[in-house]
């Protein structure tokens, strides 16, 4: 015997969304239905997803799906999972520009999409292109897409030759290799997270070349780790003016605006 609530009072990590997910229940039905019983198939795929869960697996790669500003993206462990964090990138864009102004935006690495998806779901006169060196995370962000996006295969830069952009924004890998934080990390593809021994290797490839791949007065938005800040302001001094610095909702510096000089 095995009811909801038996469930519920076991202390295992995540349990109410995993009988959500598996009874397709919302929390509060879980409550108002404690009694039920689980039959054998849904106890069977209670306890496989508990059992990946208890091993590190993180709830979103089980449920397939996380939140991102207004939207619902769906995840395979070939994309990173979207932070929070990420949402400043997109508040940051939105204000950029007018809303009914066609301009041209750039999303490199694109992951599951989340940036250029949602975007591009706000303000559907900005033509957006995304990129990703990740053929299956491509293929993720190809499945999120609700508008046209124009989705480019390649290193960087190399996947939008002879395009030019009012605005490109990336949230590169950018942890330290062998950074202790990696610990914590290892189901998502450590591709999307490690970036050199400094963390800036990727960030750097961007800044050098971003100037050939923005019109006059464009801008160019980097989310980047909490100490990386003033280096990156460094490094973008030779081809930007009008710096802007960003924290995150935690008060971490997180993201910096640039424009093309
Ligand atoms: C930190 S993840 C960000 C994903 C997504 N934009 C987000 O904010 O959740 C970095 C992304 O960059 C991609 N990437 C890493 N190196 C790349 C490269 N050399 N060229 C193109 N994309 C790359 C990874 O595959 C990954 O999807």
């Not at 593809?189 to 290797?201: E, F, I, T």
Request: charged letters at 20%; hydrophobic letters at 40%; a negative charge.
């Amino acid at each position: 015997m095995a009811s909801i609530q038996n469930y519920l009072n076991s202390g295992v990590i995540d349990i109410a969304p995993l009988l959500s997910l598996v009874l397709t229940k919302s929390h509060a039905a879980l409550i108002t239905d404690c009694d039920y019983q689980l039959n054998n198939e849904e106890k069977t795929q209670l306890n496989q997803l508990i059992k990946q869960r208890q091993s590190g697996t993180p709830f979103a790669y089980l449920s397939g799906t996380k939140g991102f500003y207004h939207l619902d993206f769906k995840l395979a462990p070939s994309v990173l999972i979207p932070r929070p964090e990420t949402e400043l990138l997109i508040d940051i864009a939105l204000d950029l520009f007018d809303k009914n102004k066609t301009c041209e935006v750039l999303d490199l690495g694109t992951g599951s999409g989340i940036i250029a998806v949602t975007i591009s779901d706000k303000n559907p006169n900005w033509r957006l292109t995304a990129t990703d060196f990740s053929i299956d995370a491509l293929k993720v962000a190809q499945q999120n897409a609700k508008t046209n996006i124009n989705f480019r295969l390649g290193n960087w830069f190399e996947a939008t030759p002879n395009q030019t952009f009012d605005l490109i924004i990336a949230n590169p890998p950018y942890i330290k290799q062998g950074d202790p934080h990696l610990n914590d990390l290892n189901f998502e593809p450590q591709s999307a997270l490690v970036s050199g021994k400094d963390g800036l290797d990727d960030i750097r490839t961007i800044i050098d070349n971003a100037a050939q791949y923005l019109n006059k007065k464009g801008y160019l938005l980097l989310e980047h780790g909490f100490d990386q800040q003033q280096e990156i302001i460094q490094l973008l001094n030779n081809d930007f003016f009008n710096i802007q610095k960003f924290k995150d909702y935690n008060q971490q510096n997180r993201a910096v605006l640039a424009q093309i000089k």
